[in-house]
């Protein structure tokens, strides 16, 4: 009797307290996961060959920055393809790290949110002040006219990679200029199983990344000017059709990229599979597959004629990543302070060194490890033909839209199926028909 | 998940007559009749509760959602985000928009998908229950071997799945076109029409040894001497079948196909695993689409209210299946 008099009153006291709980559970709890100054939890996107990687680069950093200040920081590295999503459930829950990463395109569509903390005149002379870093990583913080809702951590460009030996058993002296000359080249490459190009068929993010340059070559944009989507206008069609062309019509990337997503195309140009990449920052990652740094050469992505620049020569968004705070951190100054840390010049040498990026600190940018050939077509780009993808708060929106209708448009082209123009225009009108109504 | 096979012979078990439990009504029944009642409650309540905040507090607000133009300017705080009414169901279940008319075609693409698949789960399942019926060496270890899809982590068969439909290094093309020679080049798996074969492939391959399994179990309380009655008036192997096995399982495939249809109709890992976030227009099966619809766009509440559709399609065609099949067994009996 007695003992079933202790489970009653155990099976109440456990309703209690679950009740009591329940209710708590529901209102927010001031977010951030640290509410005690001395530490802070911060999401690192994976930038190296593997999270792994990103860890022992990342740790000794972090135990440097909790020496200088007391501050223990907990790391996560999010694989990019939990990323947004992680992101997106920290905002909706209010349950985040203090300090993130997040990819600079998807600058506009969380400053929407109001999740981040945006970087006003003061928040920025915390930090040593705006005019540290380069005007065109700053491009891609947010909506132009308001204060940026991260800073720039890593900058990154698009540069055509070329397999050295290939090129010369294949005759070509010099990697390609124009399109026409990476087409022709493309062609000649294309043989005995090797293939021209490679891309990411199966990747909505670098589908949108080319075409939208594409589209900027042909002086067309996917938004109209005050920001409303604009993707069956002639530039963007033609732009898109020309990005499968080089499967569907001339045939120099192999059929089955169509289905690559998993940076496979990276790998394919390390075993020499394929004989050129347009990709950002690949050095880190072919030399971890085991391509040696003198196997291939870097140059700057194709233009439709004439020599990279503004307007239509422009050949590469400013690709890179932004380190934000989380507007409801417990430890305000803790974040700022480690902000600071990351984006200083030694540290940005450091980081920057390690993922093969460049530093978006102009100060930075004087180390020697960033005027090397490679590096200087990079640096060269972001600087002279580098642009923005859309700072508007649907471009998140936009990549997964028409980025999926490319990757349908190659499942076209890779089954023999003909991709035309209105094809083309089809599956934009369908991709536009799912943006949310502006 | 496996709660279906005690369900099912749970309920025998009284009927043999062993009286199991205690025995109701004890011989003192007078001090605290009250406490006495209560005491079962109290007992449940954590339970109850637990259930509650568990199942369905998640799922009232998730119906909440659904009434909430809770997009990306609001996810921040739900509080704000203006009430809509029916404005995400008017858009969800407006079939000459955009977005209705791709969800149609989504969910048609799910009935079309989950029949199949049920169908063949089932069937495989079946037949081979029945053919391990009989004792014969090494029955216990195929027995072992067909339930290891079933018993595999889902994504790490699903991903192994990836490996083989790839269009360049895949298993499935090697064999297909490299070695028999069946199509003159090699198939994309993953992309396009091909890939509601594939989808298939793998969910009949993931979901029949749940079917073999509650079907050897439903076969083991078939009496033998049916059978041998059966046989000495003449009845052949396929009349055995028709005649005893199948009627005899019908209280089990009852249940066994409303699991199979709700499992496979709301499969989301198998899709996602296959083809990512954007699964071709093939197999665009409904979760995968809502989920989409919701992650991708960022708009959770149409997102919600495309679920809470869902959940009431569910709910009418279990109501309708079960008011149907028990019917038509209870009309059988009498």
Request: proline share 6%; hydrophobic share 45%; glycine share 8%.
């Amino acid at each position: 009797m007695r003992s079933i008099r202790a489970a009653a009153t155990g099976a109440v006291t456990l309703s209690l307290a679950l009740a009591a709980s329940a209710c708590g559970g529901g209102s927010p709890t001031g977010g951030g996961s640290s509410d005690s100054p001395k530490t802070l939890t911060y999401w690192a996107s994976n930038q190296g060959a593997s999270v792994e990687i990103d860890k022992k680069v990342l740790q000794p950093e972090l135990d440097k920055f909790e020496k200088q200040t007391g501050i223990e920081v907990k790391l996560e590295v999010v694989p990019w393809s939990d990323l947004l999503n992680r992101i997106l459930t920290a905002t909706t829950s209010g349950q985040g790290p203090d300090v993130l990463n997040i990819g600079n395109t998807w600058s506009a569509s969380l400053q929407a949110t109001g999740a981040l903390l945006p970087w006003d005149a003061e928040n920025f002379g915390k930090i040593g002040g705006k005019d540290r870093f380069v005007p065109s990583a700053l491009g891609s913080t947010g909506v132009r006219g308001q204060d940026p809702a991260a800073v720039p951590l890593y900058s990154m460009a698009y540069a055509l990679y070329y397999n050295k030996k290939m090129f010369a058993d294949a005759g070509i002296s010099k990697p390609p200029v124009t399109w026409d000359e990476l087409v022709a080249a493309g062609k000649k490459l294309s043989k005995n199983g090797k293939w021209g190009l490679g891309t990411e068929g199966s990747n909505p993010s670098e589908n949108i990344h080319h075409a939208y340059i594409f589209a900027k070559q042909h002086g067309a944009d996917f938004f109209t000017a005050d920001g409303k989507p604009d993707f069956t206008n002639a530039g963007a069609v033609t732009a898109v059709k020309d990005y499968v062309d080089l499967m569907a019509k001339d045939k120099i990337i192999a059929p089955g990229n169509a289905e690559y997503a998993q940076n496979q195309s990276v790998s394919d140009f390390a075993k020499g599979k394929t004989a050129m990449l347009l990709w950002q920052s690949a050095a880190a990652n072919l030399t971890s597959q085991g391509m040696d740094e003198d196997d291939y050469g870097i140059a700057p992505v194709p233009v439709r004629s004439g020599t990279p620049g503004g307007g239509a020569n422009v050949n590469s968004m400013v690709a890179g990543i932004n380190l934000a705070v989380f507007k409801n951190t417990g430890n305000l100054d803790g974040a700022t302070e480690f902000v600071k840390f990351m984006t200083s010049d030694e540290e940005q040498k450091i980081l920057n060194k390690a993922y093969s990026s460049i530093p978006p600190v102009a100060a930075a940018q004087s180390d020697p490890a960033f005027n090397t050939p490679a590096n200087a077509v990079l640096k060269d780009t972001l600087t002279k033909s580098a642009v923005a993808l859309p700072q508007v708060p649907a471009e998140s929106q936009f990549e997964t839209a028409v980025g999926t209708a490319i990757k349908e448009l190659y499942a076209d082209a890779a089954a023999g199926r003909a991709v035309t123009e209105a094809s083309v225009k089809a599956k934009l009108e369908k991709a536009q028909s799912q943006m949310p109504a502006a | 998940m496996t709660t279906t096979a005690p369900v099912t012979t749970g309920r025998r078990a009284p009927r043999d007559g062993s009286p199991a439990g205690p025995v109701p009504g004890g011989p003192r029944r007078r001090p605290g009749r009250l406490r006495r009642t209560a005491l079962p409650y109290l007992l449940l309540l954590p339970a109850l509760l637990f259930e509650l905040l568990v199942h369905l507090a998640p799922m009232v607000i998730g119906v909440v959602m659904s009434f909430k133009e809770l997009t990306q300017y609001f996810i921040r705080d739900w509080g704000a985000a203006p009430w809509s009414g029916l404005g995400n169901y008017r858009v969800s279940v407006d079939f000459d928009g955009p977005v209705g008319e791709e969800l149609l075609r989504s969910f048609f693409v799910t009935v079309g998908f989950t029949v199949l698949s049920v169908a063949l789960c089932w069937l495989i399942g079946t037949a081979a229950a029945v053919c391990m019926q009989d004792t014969f060496r090494g029955r216990g270890l195929l027995r072992a071997l067909f339930l290891v899809p079933y018993a595999l982590p889902v994504y790490a068969a699903v991903i192994t799945w990836v490996f083989m439909f790839q269009h360049d290094n895949g298993l499935v093309n090697h064999v297909l076109h490299d070695q028999l020679g069946l199509t003159d080049k090699p198939s994309f798996w993953l992309l396009g029409d091909n890939a509601f074969v594939a989808l298939l492939t793998v969910s009949v391959w993931k979901g029949w040894p749940f079917a073999f399994l509650i079907v050897m179990a439903g076969l083991q309380n078939i009496p033998k001497d049916l059978y041998e009655a059966a046989a000495l008036d003449g009845a052949g192997t396929w009349q055995q079948i028709r005649r005893i096995t199948l009627p005899s399982l019908s209280a089990v495939n009852q249940v066994l196909v409303l699991v199979l249809f709700l499992w496979t109709f709301n499969d989301f890992n198998t899709p996602y695993v296959l083809f990512g976030k954007t699964a071709p227009a093939s197999a665009d099966l409904i979760s995968v689409h809502i989920y989409q619809e919701s992650f991708a766009t960022w708009n959770f509440g149409r997102g919600s209210a495309m679920s809470v559709l869902l959940l009431l399609f569910l709910l009418v065609v279990t109501g309708v299946y079960l008011a149907v099949t028990s019917r038509g067994r209870r009309t059988a009996r009498a």
